[in-house]
């Protein structure tokens, strides 16, 4: 082993060092030297370059029959990073799976926890529009300058242990668990909320040894790949989190899961609840209001509720009068959690809670956007039921014309005709498909990009999106119809890539090549916030979209529902939310 050189960790040898830099002046990132005094954006891009959770997907997948060399491999990363597992005790955290509504338990969670005037931190993932929402203190995404500060900390760190046989960095997912925590300690929170990225057992959020206290959401089917194509196989894997004595939460499950993470709590010795609906806890006082909207959230309001009554009377808080204590459910064999009436802070916390991305409403003129990161069929079946409310809430009386616009993209191992079918009874007048891209140039950037799928593929995959609602709205006018209902070849550059010409029995569906040009069209320049300075010249080329547009621009009013995936709501959030990027 050679002699290191200033500025490089003892390991590294001088020509390894000059192929680093080489490699990194190649990407455009910083070089060993210059990584102290890099900017927000060179660490991001950084970042980027390990990694990613779809790459991390396939090598989970490959290792998944030894899951427990997957934890120590965490654990050897921890260690590198100067930590040991002992040391994750100290952020008392509260652990919290499932399929479908565990970010919005989060934040409920979070938020009343708040209220106490605790300093919480907060894990979570995907971020929406810059990567550090991902790692927030007191709600807040920590700043640009104290994300830089600790992701160059971790990265050197971590880059000392480079050798021959050994890879220095762990993935994208792992590394910014590592850093959470690394930040919610130097920063001294009162406690950390830790969202699962994927499943529980297998998940790298799961070397938490001792956490306070664990919740399970909503169940249903997605990573099938990875976690199974059952609920019950995926019960299996959320129930990893559970640890002996400490105490978890479950909303109501469907009969064969309840029965596996029932199973499976009592084979690690740990006390598994089940949480009585919200309704319970109103009974005892007054109605509880809730800042994300949609019935579903109910169930997500009435965990974390539990959550946040368990953390806070194991750290001896005793404001919180229990009115019926827990008993055994003997139809579902589980101890029903205690029915107490909510605190004035947990009221408020609830009142409070802000989650962008999830039921969210942005009213704009006469264009109102619904955004919602549905993305798995029981997920988009509440996302139906909450847009289709919001739509009876709002119904002019005027008889002024409106138009109804789906904007979807789906990824990864997702049913997308499944979920395209369920979107079917909202009767749009446009369906419109683009990729996870922003902008066409994803230059300046840093969050939004994407190195495992090439553009090709994400846009041959929104022409599957529009094959699968074509068909569907083919069917659906008769029953007669039979042979090919594919797409119109299309040429992958260009912006309006397979329109479906318009037909007086299906809705119209447009594909575009980036959320950018999509809202454009959509929104004909009536939304007073999202205002591009140079609308592309070539958006009305097709007589379907500009027909269209004649139709949006004389609308009284335009309805959006933008979903199928988080980090589509992302992309528009980014577009029609500039705070968000600042």
Same mark, same amino acid.
């Given at each position: 082993?050679?002699?290191?050189?200033?500025?490089?960790?003892?390991?590294?040898?001088?020509?390894?060092?000059?192929?680093?830099?080489?490699?990194?002046?190649?990407?455009?990132?910083?070089?060993?030297?210059?990584?102290?005094?890099?900017?927000?954006?060179?660490?991001?891009?950084?970042?980027?370059?390990?990694?990613?959770?779809?790459?991390?997907?396939? &090598?989970?997948?490959?290792?998944?029959?030894?899951?427990?060399?997957?934890?120590?491999?965490?654990?050897?990363?921890?260690?590198?990073?100067?930590?040991?597992?002992?040391?994750?005790?100290?952020?008392?955290? /509260?652990?919290?799976?499932?399929?479908?509504?565990?970010?919005?338990?989060?934040?409920?969670?979070?938020?009343?926890?708040?209220?106490?005037?605790?300093?919480?931190?907060?894990?979570?993932?995907?971020?929406?529009?810059?990567?550090?929402?991902?790692?927030?203190?007191?709600?807040?995404?920590?700043?640009?300058?104290?994300?830089?500060?600790?992701?160059?900390?971790?990265?050197?760190?971590?880059?000392?242990?480079?050798?021959?046989?050994? /890879?220095?960095?762990?993935?994208?997912?792992?590394?910014?668990?590592?850093?959470?925590?690394?930040?919610?300690?130097?920063?001294?929170?009162?406690?950390?909320?830790?969202?699962?990225?994927?499943?529980?057992?297998?998940?790298?959020?799961?070397?938490?040894?001792?956490?306070?206290?664990?919740?399970?959401?909503?169940?249903?089917?997605?990573?099938?790949?990875?976690?199974?194509?059952?609920?019950?196989?995926?019960?299996?894997?959320?129930?990893?989190?559970?640890?002996?004595?400490?105490?978890?939460?479950?909303?109501?499950?469907?009969?064969?899961?309840?029965?596996?993470?029932?199973?499976?709590?009592?084979?690690?010795?740990?006390?598994?609840?089940?949480?009585?609906?919200? &309704?319970?806890?109103?009974?005892?006082?007054?109605?509880?209001?809730?800042?994300?909207?949609?019935?579903?959230?109910?169930?997500?309001?009435?965990?974390?509720?539990?959550?946040?009554?368990?953390?806070?009377?194991?750290?001896?808080?005793?404001?919180?009068?229990?009115?019926?204590?827990?008993?055994?459910?003997?139809?579902?064999?589980?101890?029903?959690?205690?029915?107490?009436?909510?605190?004035?802070?947990?009221?408020?916390?609830?009142?409070?809670? &802000?989650?962008?991305?999830?039921?969210?409403?942005?009213?704009?003129?006469?264009?109102?956007?619904?955004?919602?990161?549905?993305?798995?069929?029981?997920?988009?079946?509440?996302?139906?039921?909450?847009?289709?409310?919001?739509?009876?809430?709002?119904?002019?009386?005027?008889?002024?014309?409106?138009?109804?616009?789906?904007?979807?993209?789906?990824?990864?191992?997702?049913?997308?005709?499944?979920?395209?079918?369920?979107?079917?009874?909202?009767?749009?007048?446009?369906?419109?498909?683009?990729?996870?891209?922003?902008?066409?140039?994803?230059?300046?950037?840093?969050?939004?990009?994407?190195?495992?799928?090439?553009?090709?593929?994400?846009?041959?995959?929104?022409?599957?999106?529009?094959?699968?609602?074509?068909?569907?709205?083919?069917?659906?006018?008769?029953?007669?119809?039979?042979?090919?209902?594919?797409?119109?070849?299309?040429?992958?550059?260009?912006?309006?890539?397979?329109?479906?010409?318009?037909?007086?029995?299906?809705?119209?569906?447009?594909?575009?090549?980036?959320?950018?040009?999509?809202?454009?069209?959509?929104?004909?320049?009536?939304?007073?916030?999202?205002?591009?300075?140079?609308?592309?010249?070539?958006?009305?080329?097709?007589?379907?979209?500009?027909?269209?547009?004649?139709?949006?621009?004389?609308?009284?009013?335009?309805?959006?529902?933008?979903?199928?995936?988080?980090?589509?709501?992302?992309?528009?959030?980014?577009?029609?939310?500039?705070?968000?990027?600042?």
């Amino acid at each position: 082993m050679m002699k290191s050189t200033r500025c490089l960790p003892v390991s590294w040898p001088v020509a390894e060092k000059f192929w680093w830099d080489l490699a990194m002046e190649w990407k455009g990132l910083p070089s060993a030297c210059e990584a102290k005094t890099a900017s927000f954006q060179d660490a991001v891009r950084t970042l980027n370059t390990l990694q990613t959770n779809a790459s991390c997907l396939e &090598e989970v997948k490959r290792q998944r029959s030894d899951p427990q060399a997957q934890l120590e491999a965490m654990e050897v990363y921890l260690a590198r990073s100067g930590l040991q597992v002992e040391d994750l005790n100290q952020l008392k955290i /509260i652990h919290v799976t499932g399929t479908k509504g565990k970010g919005s338990t989060c934040a409920f969670t979070e938020r009343i926890l708040r209220n106490y005037g605790l300093k919480t931190g907060f894990f979570s993932s995907p971020h929406l529009v810059q990567v550090r929402e991902r790692i927030r203190i007191n709600g807040k995404p920590i700043s640009p300058e104290l994300f830089t500060k600790y992701f160059w900390h971790l990265y050197q760190q971590l880059e000392e242990f480079k050798d021959d046989s050994h /890879i220095s960095m762990p993935s994208y997912f792992r590394f910014l668990t590592l850093m959470a925590f690394h930040v919610f300690l130097q920063e001294k929170v009162d406690l950390a909320v830790v969202e699962v990225g994927i499943g529980g057992a297998f998940d790298c959020t799961n070397i938490i040894r001792k956490p306070v206290v664990c919740g399970v959401s909503s169940l249903g089917i997605d990573h099938t790949s990875l976690l199974g194509d059952t609920v019950e196989k995926i019960a299996w894997q959320k129930g990893g989190i559970f640890k002996p004595g400490v105490p978890a939460f479950t909303v109501l499950q469907p009969e064969g899961p309840l029965a596996v993470l029932r199973d499976r709590a009592q084979q690690i010795s740990c006390p598994l609840y089940l949480c009585p609906p919200l &309704e319970a806890l109103e009974q005892v006082g007054l109605p509880l209001s809730l800042g994300l909207e949609g019935e579903h959230q109910r169930h997500n309001a009435a965990l974390a509720l539990q959550l946040a009554r368990c953390w806070l009377e194991q750290q001896n808080y005793h404001d919180i009068q229990e009115l019926k204590a827990s008993k055994p459910s003997i139809r579902w064999q589980l101890p029903l959690a205690p029915v107490f009436r909510p605190t004035p802070h947990m009221r408020r916390g609830l009142r409070d809670t &802000e989650w962008p991305g999830r039921t969210q409403v942005l009213q704009r003129g006469p264009v109102t956007w619904y955004l919602d990161g549905a993305h798995t069929t029981s997920s988009v079946q509440a996302c139906v039921h909450w847009y289709c409310q919001s739509l009876e809430r709002s119904r002019r009386t005027d008889g002024g014309h409106e138009v109804h616009i789906l904007l979807f993209n789906s990824t990864g191992d997702r049913d997308s005709a499944a979920l395209l079918k369920l979107l079917q009874p909202c009767h749009f007048d446009y369906a419109v498909f683009c990729p996870n891209v922003t902008e066409i140039s994803s230059i300046g950037n840093a969050d939004q990009q994407n190195f495992t799928v090439t553009l090709d593929q994400v846009l041959l995959r929104c022409l599957q999106h529009q094959k699968h609602w074509n068909c569907l709205a083919e069917k659906q006018a008769s029953s007669n119809l039979w042979g090919s209902c594919g797409p119109e070849s299309a040429r992958p550059g260009s912006l309006l890539l397979a329109p479906h010409p318009p037909q007086p029995t299906s809705t119209s569906s447009l594909v575009f090549s980036c959320i950018s040009h999509a809202l454009q069209w959509i929104s004909q320049g009536r939304d007073p916030i999202f205002q591009p300075e140079s609308p592309p010249r070539n958006l009305l080329n097709h007589p379907t979209a500009n027909s269209g547009a004649s139709i949006l621009r004389e609308a009284a009013a335009i309805h959006v529902l933008v979903t199928g995936s988080l980090h589509l709501v992302g992309g528009a959030l980014r577009l029609l939310d500039p705070s968000m990027s600042q």
